[in-house]
């Protein structure tokens, strides 16, 4: 052993003094050298993810200004798609914060993700700014430290518009949003101020959020009495509102006002003529006669392929722009919490929006203005143009103390308010809203029948659970909006889509689906399950995220009255259509050879193939026609529904209660399935709102207990 000297043990005594003297202030600087991790927690898919898109696009715009570098340390932005559903925003969150250590956290945009978020935010002291999600609470009994705020509070852009439209629109009024909390709040802040103001709420009513088909709404407001609408709607919500309100006739009797999400850029372009004429009121428009709007509408176009920017670009711009300021006031520095939310405190700049601010009682903005817009054409196309304004809009922050508020029950935090529903019963008894909404509802049901047949075809035969299927009516959409774009025919798109995506589908089958026949059906199942995500990344790669709509035939674009209720003609084309189909698909199967051999297929593909008759080239024959039929009902759907990269999974669940309903393999199963359906929906959307989807599983239910293989579907075996 060697021995210990008076001046080696000094030496190494002074070294490790040193070093735990230097220790933390060498781990501080270890750490600041890193990366300045910013995590997002913003949906990248669904109805809501263009939104996502264009928050994260405003943001990287500022970030590539400083080229990513903000006080010698390198900006990483850690995405995590929250999926618009509160249980994924808050687990991806938690993983944020516990396990990628992020710096600032931004997002989300659903209210409920924001209220479920809160306490973890709050207890770990993350500094969070909110870039669009604008629950009420946030800015009041909920307030935190650490929370602050860009985009709005929900209250912001409805109050003033509660008087304004009371004075200058109309007096009866009919109001309507998305059945969670944000709908909820900001219905709630006009009515503070247009009842006061002279107003009268004629009717209201809460469609589910991502609803598809308002017709049985829509049919509720023109019987109302109502001589304006006031509603909030975003995303592809906003773009079947808009588009099914004037297809229904409403625009030219009735005004269509609201926030002013339901018109920004980013559903305009789908939106189109439809759109004319609608009054919102907004933090922002691209039009904004201000130095630094213009640039950064010149630069984000630069940079985006010429897509003009919305309040949620605005908002992420402003987000990035806090951020940046803030760690240049501390030089990088991210340690430092209580620091960095002091400087935050305190940031004032020029923002696209007007002179931005935070009101230091509740770290939510001040909006410069709330400016009051009218949907015009301009040059360059459509857009809002300002016609009114409101200075200086700051939410009331009633109960906000900061810090910390009392935290929320545990039942509260872990089931964040996502529904806020109020069961009500709605009944009218005129004979004219029965048949409007059975009209209403025999439209609906035969769109479902275009988009189950395939699938009942494809499941009875080959025993696959093609969970693609969606995903061939999203082709067929899309295909259908570059055929019409290129050519101008709505014709040529619903002959050649189809027959594309048909294509697609036997190509599907050859090569993945038949060598897993004989395998059990999970793997079936995980493998049209992943063309989901296959396919929805081939749109967005083709087409990019933007909502889409394609415009119906011009000889179908106006309405009609049909025994006095007034209804667009292109439903009644649908109906037709959809009709005739169904004649067509019964003759083929039931009064060919053809179909005499997809009948035997469907019952017994062994016996079939004994008897000489190629049962692959069936099989494949069989899965390419319910996928054309599925792009097929793709295109049919487009002037009424708008197009985005998810819509194959919004359609998918109704889809499969017709199967389960009708029967497995049944032609007249799938079509008095949907037809069943379509009037069991419409009439709960339009009587029992709440519970409109209720009524479709307890039925679905009901019919599977009487009958297990469905109305007309085979026995079990």
Known sequence: MAQVTRRSFLGTASLAAAGAAMGPWVLRAGAQAGPI??????PYSGVYAVLGESITQGMELVFARENWTVAGRKIEMIKEDDEMQPPVGIRKTEKLIDSDKVDILTG???????MGMRDKVHSSKTILIVSNAGADAISRERCSKWIFRTSFSNWQPNQPMGEWVAKHVAKDVFIAAPNYQAGKDQLGAFKETFVPAGGKLVGEDYPKLGETDYAPYLTKIRQSGAKAVYCFFSGSDAVNF?????????????????AGFLTEPD???AQGKSALGVITGHFYTPLLDNPTNQRFVKEFQAKFGGKMPDGFACQGYDTAEVIVRALKAVNGNTQDKPKLVEVIEKSEFDSPRGRFRFDPKTHNVIQPFIYIREVREVAGGINNVPIDKVANVTDPGTGCTLPRPPPLPLW???SPPQVVAS??????????????????????????????VGLTLIFGMLDVVNLAHGSFYMLGAYAGLSLIAGTGNFWLALLVAPLAVGGIGAMIERSCLRPLYRRPPLDQVLLTFGFIYLFEDLVKSIWGGRIRSIPPPDMFSGSVSVLGAIFPSYRLFVIAFGLAMAVLLFLLIERTRLGAIIRAGVFDAEMTGGLGINIHRVFTGVFAFGAALGGLSGVIAGPIQSAYPSMGVTILI????????GGLGSLKGSLIGSLLIGQAETFGKAWLPEASMLIIYVLMAAIVLVRPQGLFGRPLK
């Open 37 to 42: 991790k910013i995590g997002l927690v913003l």
């Open 108 to 114: 989300p945009v659903h209210s409920g993700i924001l």
């Open 242 to 258: 808009v588009k099914q309100y004037d297809q229904f006739g409403l625009k030219q009797s009735i005004k269509l006002t609201g």
């Open 267 to 269: 559903v305009l372009p």
């Open 412 to 414: 509260i935090m872990h």
């Open 423 to 452: 069961c009500r019963f709605e009944w009218f008894a005129m004979p004219g809203d029965v048949f409007a909404q059975a009209l209403n509802g025999l439209a609906y049901g035969v769109l479902l029948f275009l988009l189950s």
């Open 654 to 661: 109704p889809a499969l209660i017709v199967v389960v309903v």
